[in-house]
């Protein structure tokens, strides 16, 4: 019997003491963590502590805190600039260098690693859910400095290469390596980019900017003529060429396959503006036409970076600091454009009769020329004869209760002869321009001429803009 009393005891005693300590560990649940209460300072840890309001999905707020947290410990990760960064080398690109900065913050976040979780505390009472996260400071130094040496290893490669393309003359595929070194490191700006090679210690970020100047400098493009004079809306007959060159130590050597950019900077036209160098250093451009009512115009040829400087791409910025396109070599030619010199020949009716009015045939003459043509009264020096006939019609008067207007239709008809050939060019017309005016068909027949040399300006114009002479 005492035995079992002992027994019952002993059975009570172990119960009574579980069921204590259950409770003490749902009351320990149910207290903050120390860490909720103070943050931890640690000088050996980077810490990222954060407490967001909980909702029906779990896992939406456990990967939100998540994310807080990382953020809250990337935070105390300093981006110090090294006295022998690339950067120090911009000095007045300070926007850069924070935006820089910045995007560094961000990439940290998305490429943290090796980082713990030291606890995370729900608490039920004020619907929040915590979460604590450290890196070893000792850690995330070595992981960046392996990330560094791995991109500065791959920028080497692309260096090297890039510098062997430039000894072989081959500068667009050279620009291209320099490129790729510059992705290569682009993460590792702020640090000391210091690598050794044959020739001994290098800066990549330092020797990348000033290689890519040193082909910028010594690549020279000339333009075969320096100016053209041309008529409006007329094919140059002979290309444009441009000659490109390397001014080497020993004298000058014609450069091959290099891509060529020419565009207007002043007017327009329409021309071949993506072209190549040949085996004799020459790229030849056709210009079709200028469509651009401007007297002096402005073609500028350069090195074709568009496939490096490409706007749409993340590497835009970074890219245009180092290849500075404003210091890329360029040949500008001057193109002085004319009026296509004309003959016109102008015939007007006026309900049914002939006119001997000049009022249509200046203010058309004037539009002409202000647009398109310089007209001449010798026809043996015009390169075409423009002949304009018009005819006004009679239309009804509406009258009312104290009023009465009067309602006239003009055509217009539009004929271009070349004078070479005796050929047609050009044939349009203007149709039922409606002049209305009180007082009189006179004063209708006014309103007529002015709505024709707005439709003219608006319509005929842009046609023979179009013409390929």
């Known amino acids: ?58 896992n939406s707020y456990i990967q939100l805190a998540k994310n807080q947290a990382l953020h809250d410990l990337c935070s105390e990760i300093s981006i110090n600039i090294s006295a022998n960064s690339v950067l120090q080398q911009f000095e007045n690109e300070t926007e ?17 690693e090796g980082y713990e979780t030291v606890g995370s505390w729900d608490n039920k009472k004020g619907n929040e859910y915590w979460v604590y996260y450290r890196l070893s400071k000792s850690q995330y130094e070595l992981q960046k400095r392996l990330k560094l040496n791995k991109a500065k290893k791959l920028a080497q490669n692309y260096y090297e290469q890039a510098k062997q393309s430039e000894k072989q003359l081959n500068l667009f595929q050279a620009l291209n390596y ?45 333009a075969d003529r320096k100016s053209i004079k041309l008529e409006i809306s007329t094919s140059q007959k002979e290309p444009i060429l441009i000659k490109a060159e390397w001014l080497g130590e020993t004298g000058n050597q014609i450069i091959p396959n290099l891509p ?16 190549s160098t040949d085996e004799f250093g020459y790229a030849a451009s056709q210009l079709s036409k200028v469509t651009s009512k401007m ?17 749409e791409s993340e590497n835009y910025k970074l ?6 396109p404003e210091l890329a070599p360029k040949s500008k030619i001057i193109i002085n454009v004319e009026r296509l010199k004309a003959y016109m020949t102008f015939n007007e009716r006026i309900f049914g009769e002939d006119s001997k009015r000049e009022i249509l045939k200046n203010n058309l003459k004037k539009e002409l020329s202000e647009n398109f043509f310089s007209f001449t009264d010798n026809k043996e020096k015009a390169k075409v004869i423009l002949n304009i006939n018009t005819n006004v019609t009679k239309g009804e008067i509406k009258e009312g209760r104290n009023y009465k207007v009067y309602i006239v239709y ?24 409606k002049g209305m005016k009180p007082i009189s068909y006179d004063y209708a027949i006014r309103e007529a ?18 013409l390929d002479l």
Request: hydrophobic fraction near 40%; charge should be negative.
């Open 96 to 112: 850069f260098k924070e935006e820089f900065q910045s995007e560094i913050k961000t990439s940290l976040v998305e490429e943290i």
């Open 178 to 222: 320099y490129a790729k070194a510059i992705d290569a490191i682009k993460k590792n700006l702020d640090d000391d980019l210091s690598v050794m090679t044959f020739n001994g210690s290098i800066n990549l970020g330092s020797e990348l900017y000033n290689s890519i100047q040193n082909i910028f400098k010594r690549t020279q493009l000339t």
């Open 319 to 324: 890219n245009k600091l180092f290849f500075t």
């Open 260 to 275: 060529i950019s020419i565009n207007f900077v002043k007017g327009d036209g329409v021309l071949n503006n993506k072209v």
């Open 295 to 311: 007297k002096l115009q402005e073609i500028e040829a350069g090195i074709d970076l568009s496939s490096i400087l490409n706007e």
């Open 410 to 433: 003009l055509d217009c008809f539009f004929s271009l002869t070349d004078t070479k050939n005796g050929m047609e060019i050009f044939n349009d017309a203007i149709y039922e321009v």
């Open 449 to 466: 001429y002015e709505q024709a040399v707005d439709e003219i300006h608006n319509t005929i114009i842009p046609k023979l803009n179009q």
């Open 1 to 58: 019997m005492t035995k079992i009393l002992r027994t019952l005891f002993n059975y009570s005693l172990i119960l009574t003491i579980l069921v204590s300590c259950s409770a003490q560990s749902s009351m320990a649940k149910r207290r903050p963590p120390k860490w909720v209460k103070e943050r931890p300072i640690t000088p050996d840890y980077y810490v990222g502590i954060a407490v967001v309001k909980k909702d029906n999905s779990q």
